[in-house]
């Protein structure tokens, strides 16, 4: 497998295992990456570079496929289900893509 998932990730945004960032990238919002391309983006390939780039702040990067913990899906609506949930990774992905600012 070429990613941890043995999914494709092209054109997915994925949360990232916060063991594999630096620590002062842990958070929820710091960990949501956009997933372009790469062998690693496919499954039942050999190689599991995955490219991208981080959705925080845009900068171009690439991931070990392994790195990945999960896809990201907009919650239906754009609504969160039950109690908020400050550390929901779809709702992260919506403050992150609804503010204006966030990207300045
Ligand atoms: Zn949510």
């Known amino acids: 497998m070429a990613n941890a998932l043995n ?3 092209t054109d997915k945004t994925v949360l990232v295992k916060a063991d594999s960032m630096a620590e002062e990238y842990r958070t929820i919002e710091c960990r949501l990456f956009r997933v372009v391309g790469g062998f690693g983006a496919q499954p039942f390939t050999s190689s ?7 959705v925080f702040d845009g900068s171009e990067d690439r991931l070990d496929g392994y790195d990945v ?4 899906e907009p919650h239906e609506d ?12 779809a709702c992260a992905l919506a ?10």
């Open 95 to 104: 403050r992150l893509t609804s503010t204006p600012e966030a990207s300045s």
């Open 69 to 72: 913990e999960a896809i990201v």
């Open 78 to 89: 754009g609504v969160h289900p039950g109690e908020p949930d400050e550390q929901c990774p």
């Open 48 to 54: 599991r570079t995955v490219f991208g780039a981080f």
């Open 7 to 9: 999914a494709v990730l």
